[in-house]
């Protein structure tokens, strides 16, 4: 599912992946105006005022600004200008993109995979996940797992795999805790370890998994009768 527009936030601190030169750090009066202008371009979105809220992200995009250049193309991916423009909202968000906005990084690798723009292109959505990811983004982290997971796109590789799982299940992710749990289990891209396993499921519990706590208790009784890797 593609994401949808995102409030007033400043670009990723991330470095940029290559492309277009990195925009010079705004003064803070731009900052502080952006802000102003981007809270102002989200109230007109939420009431309602589509042409409002399109006209308004306009302006700020024209300014360079990343989040605006992110909001207005998500507006033309979701049909919600006046004319949308699928090829334009890529545009929108390669230079948003090239100014560190990890969020544009995830929605172009969700563009291809989908084919929002033409016939899915795997290829080149595994290449902007892997940016998203590398810039930190949970979401990418665990497309890229699963990518290594599934051979979807790149060689399979469990060992890569779980190191993607791993990134995304300490950033929080739950379903990459317990995927991380049963790589353990399974020496699966990993040495064996049930004590690890017992660990990520453990965490995956406490942070709602329905399935964890029934795999934490079979463990524990594994455990407890000598069993560890």
């Known amino acids: 599912m593609l994401v949808s527009l995102w409030p007033a936030a400043a670009p990723a601190a991330a470095p940029a992946p290559a492309g277009p030169a990195v925009t010079e750090t705004p003064a803070p009066a731009q900052l502080a105006r952006d802000r102003r202008d981007i809270e102002a371009a989200l109230a007109e979105y939420e009431a309602g005022r589509l042409r409002e809220a399109e006209r308004r992200f306009l302006e700020l995009a024209r300014r360079g ?10 507006m033309h991916v979701l049909d919600e200008v006046a004319r ?12 948003s993109a090239a100014q560190g906005f990890v969020r544009a990084e995830f929605a172009l690798a969700q563009i291809y995979e989908l084919g929002v723009v033409g016939p899915p292109d795997i290829g080149r959505s595994i290449e902007w996940y892997r940016r998203a990811a590398e810039h930190g983004h949970v979401d990418a982290q665990v497309s890229m797992g699963t990518a290594y997971y599934l051979g979807r796109g790149v060689p399979a590789d469990p060992a890569a795999a779980a190191q993607w799982y791993r990134l995304a299940a300490n950033g929080g992710d739950v379903g990459a805790q317990y995927l991380l749990g ?3 289990e399974a020496g699966l891209g990993v040495e064996r370890d049930l004590r690890i396993a017992r660990y990520w499921y453990d965490v995956a519990a406490r942070n709602g998994d329905e399935a964890a706590p029934h795999k934490v208790r079979e463990l524990d009784e594994r455990l407890k009768a000598g069993e560890g890797r």
């Open 65 to 74: 600004n990343p989040v605006g250049r992110y909001n207005l193309a998500m």
């Open 84 to 95: 949308p423009d699928k090829r334009e909202a890529v545009r929108l968000l390669e230079a």
């Open 182 to 184: 049963s790589m353990y």
